[in-house]
């Protein structure tokens, strides 16, 4: 069965201050391993699509990364704009699975 | 208007109520898809219509009922509705289904609340 795992479950950061978030999978066929960010009250915005292990991509502060079991998505300097619930989803056969997101507080 | 909108964006009904929520993508997308978003707890998929057709659901009580029309429209009939089912819903829309390579774009959401 196809599991998504995110840690940690809460994070609270100084501005400035980098820090990671995991999400660990497992899969039997992976399609794409995706990361939005989800303000309150709002639906998740579309960060990033990776589809294989090395691959990186980069926005601003933030950098995702993929491995075979894990990806990170790494948040360098962080700014109080930054603060908001950070989701990462499992593509496999025609659908997302999503891990329950890690809330990032980011503080002047 | 632009990406995914979703109306209204908020609702209270009660228990004996019947009433729809409605989304639309502007995205020129073939793909359409509804999610429950309690507290806590992940994204949960509904339902999941491609090309106008429904291609998913994912064990939901009958008092949901989804309707697509077409390619850019959306609705989620709502009727005797138990108070567990107030949540976030999510509407999003994909390129096509593609067997979960493609990214999905969201809508605002509405927050349900059944006293």
């Known amino acids: 069965e196809d599991q998504v795992t995110q840690s940690p479950e809460a994070l609270r950061l100084q501005e400035g201050e980098s820090s990671s978030l995991n999400c660990s999978y497992t899969?039997?066929?992976?399609?794409?391993l995706f990361w939005y960010r989800q303000d309150p009250g709002k639906g998740p915005e579309f960060l990033f699509t990776l589809y294989s292990a090395g691959e990186e991509k980069e926005k601003e502060r933030l950098k995702a990364t993929l491995t075979k079991k894990e990806s990170f998505l790494h948040i360098t300097a962080p700014k109080p704009e930054d603060s908001a619930t950070y989701l990462c989803?499992?593509?496999?056969?025609?659908?997302?699975?999503f891990g329950a997101g890690t809330q990032v507080v980011v503080t002047p | 208007e632009t990406g995914v909108t979703q109306t209204p964006r908020h609702l209270v009904m009660g228990m004996t109520n019947k009433k729809s929520l409605k989304c639309e993508q502007h995205?020129?997308?073939?793909?359409m898809y509804w999610y429950k978003q309690s507290a806590k707890k992940p994204l949960e998929l509904m339902f999941v219509?491609?090309?106008?057709?429904?291609?998913e659901n994912n064990s939901v009580p009958s008092r949901f009922s989804p309707e697509c029309p077409n390619s850019s429209h959306l609705f989620l009939h709502l009727h005797t509705l138990q108070p567990e089912d107030s949540a976030l819903y999510l509407c999003?829309?994909?390129?096509?289904?593609?067997?979960?390579?493609?990214?999905?774009?969201f809508g605002p959401g509405t927050r349900l609340t059944v006293l």
């Open positions: 219509y491609n090309f106008k057709e429904q291609t």
């Open positions: 995205l020129g997308h073939n793909a």
């Open positions: 999003a829309s994909s390129q096509d289904e593609a067997g979960g390579y493609n990214e999905q774009f």
């Open positions: 899969v039997s066929g992976l399609r794409g």
């Open positions: 989803a499992l593509g496999s056969w025609g659908k997302l699975q």
